[in-house]
């Protein structure tokens, strides 16, 4: 390293990707760094079997290029996660992206020296490069962890997890196999795993709902029918309320819950049913429970509440009707120990395995930049800075921009190609309109806590946080300081 650049952007995954395309489009040079050893974020670092968007393909894509939708055509309605990183390879190499990217590198530290106006980002290796700009695609940690309660240490057998899954995972086949979570990752997993292992036992502590997803396979007729579609998907994508076409439809209505559940996409509870959540949650436990059949399956696997976000699933109930999958309710009996040769519950009762997989969702715990240690104006940490203005940028941090920080929508309930190349194109164009007014840095400004909500406070779905940032650079970037 050492080469001076305009922009460093941190991850290549759906948001660094498209980063560092539309930048380098405005002529800037710029590097990614990723401490993952290919492209693709999440998709990645989650490479466990039954990993699998819950987006249909057609919305996830980017629209900034009609050659990528050309040439790129998803295989499914839902497709796999092997699937989505083969698109994000495809999209590297497509865009020559990968002579800009440096991988199996993490960033450690960024630090802003105002005097010059320059970033100076330290990697893991201990080498440093300095920018005018740093732009954080750093997404989401995965969460809650559905950790063992006590070291893996002695286990005698292999300890993985789903959201550091190795891209030639391990060997389940034949081998006696512990899934501990029944969360979104779990769903997935177990289904997709059950027939190749020996015996596998699932160690549940708080179940999900799960509708049946329906997955057709995609060939010619339904790629060309969403191309055809490309301008229209373009232009009105960012504008729906999720990122896709799933509108609400008012008053709400209980007999289109039958139609809904039939789609069996996240039609059901992000379209349709706004305001619905109660009813939509009973009709689905009662459909997951007439699915397991059985009143001691139910009582564990059927979420009591309507907690949680509904996810897709592929036979994840059915799994436990064989006779070589196990059931075991955590929290009637938690784990005790890890022993040499499997897992002991409190009531001493010992399940002997050879592989333990503890389960985390994407995207559910906090921005992976806090595990940066980054400092602006002052010397000052982003740890105790104020929130980041529309989710972009941080007060007291210059030229520092941000992509999943709050309020930018998450996956929970919005399709992130559709936010993040957004940001994307934003970024993109606040650093071309800095440059347009002779300016060179671009600085959220703090709002004192008597004066108005920030930019970003209280932003509801996708569209609205589109508009709002896109009336934000039509005003000349009132929320932002420009010098
Ligand atoms: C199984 C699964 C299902 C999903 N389903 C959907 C879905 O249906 N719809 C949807 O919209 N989204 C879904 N997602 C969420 C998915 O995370 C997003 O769609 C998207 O990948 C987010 O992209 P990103 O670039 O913002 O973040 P990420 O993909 O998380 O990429 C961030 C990158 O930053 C890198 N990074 C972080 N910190 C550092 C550092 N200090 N130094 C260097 N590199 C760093 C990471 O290694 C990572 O590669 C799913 C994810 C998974 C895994």
Request: net charge negative; with cysteine.
């Amino acid at each position: 390293m050492g080469d001076e650049l305009d922009v460093v952007v941190i991850g290549a995954g759906v948001a660094g990707l498209a980063t560092l395309h539309l930048l380098r489009a405005h002529g800037l040079r710029v590097r990614a760094y990723d401490a993952a050893d290919d492209v693709g974020g999440a998709w990645w670092w989650h490479g466990h079997p039954g990993s699998r968007l819950g987006t249909e393909g057609y919305a996830y894509q980017y629209f900034f290029s009609p050659d990528l939708v050309r040439d790129w055509g998803w295989s499914e309605r839902f497709p796999a996660g092997y699937e989505v990183l083969r698109w994000l390879r495809f999209v590297a190499d497509r865009l020559d992206l990968r002579r800009d990217i440096t991988l199996s590198t993490r960033v450690t530290a960024a630090v802003f020296d105002e005097e010059r106006e320059r970033w100076t980002v330290r990697t893991e290796h201990g080498e440093t490069v300095e920018a005018r700009f740093v732009v954080a695609c750093t997404g989401l940690l995965p969460g809650p962890a559905e950790a063992l309660p006590v070291s893996s240490g002695d286990f005698a057998g292999t300890v993985v997890c789903t959201s550091r899954w190795p891209e030639k995972g391990p060997d389940l086949a034949g081998r006696r196999v512990g899934v501990v979570g029944v969360g979104t990752a779990g769903v997935q997993l177990v289904p997709r795993i059950a027939a190749e292992t020996a015996h596998l036992t699932v160690f549940a502590r708080e179940p999900v709902l799960v509708v049946p997803r329906s997955n057709p396979v995609y060939g010619w007729p339904e790629r060309d029918a969403y191309r055809a579609r490309f301008d229209e998907l373009r232009a009105t994508l960012p504008h729906t309320a999720t990122g896709a076409e799933y509108e609400p439809h008012l008053p709400v209505d209980p007999d289109l819950l039958p139609g809904l559940y039939a789609d069996g996409s996240r039609r059901l509870w992000l379209g349709g049913v706004v305001g619905a959540e109660e009813e939509v949650a009973a009709y689905v436990r009662e459909a997951m429970t007439a699915r397991l059949g059985d009143p001691s399956l139910a009582a564990v696997l059927v979420p009591t509440d309507d907690a949680g976000t509904p996810t897709l699933d592929a036979g994840f109930l059915e799994a436990f009707h064989r006779d070589d999958v196990d059931l075991v309710d955590l929290r009637a009996d938690p784990i005790a120990a890890v022993r040499a040769e499997g897992l002991e519950l409190v009531s001493g009762a010992v399940h002997e395995l050879d592989v333990i997989v503890l389960t985390e969702e994407p995207d559910a715990g906090p921005p992976a930049l806090g595990g940066i240690d980054v400092r602006g104006r002052g010397g000052r940490s982003l740890a105790d800075a104020a929130g980041a203005v529309l989710g972009l940028g941080v007060p007291g941090f210059p030229n520092l921009f941000t992509t999943a920080e709050p309020p930018a929508p998450t996956s929970r309930d919005a399709v992130m190609t559709t936010v993040r190349q957004h940001q994307a194109e934003w970024i993109a164009r606040a650093v071309a309109d800095l440059a347009a007014v002779g300016a060179s840095t671009f600085e959220a400004i703090e709002t004192l806590p008597t004066s108005a909500p920030p930019a970003g406070a209280g932003i509801a779905g996708v569209g609205d946080y589109v508009a709002r940032c896109e009336q934000e650079a039509a005003a000349g970037y009132p929320s932002f300081r420009r010098a």
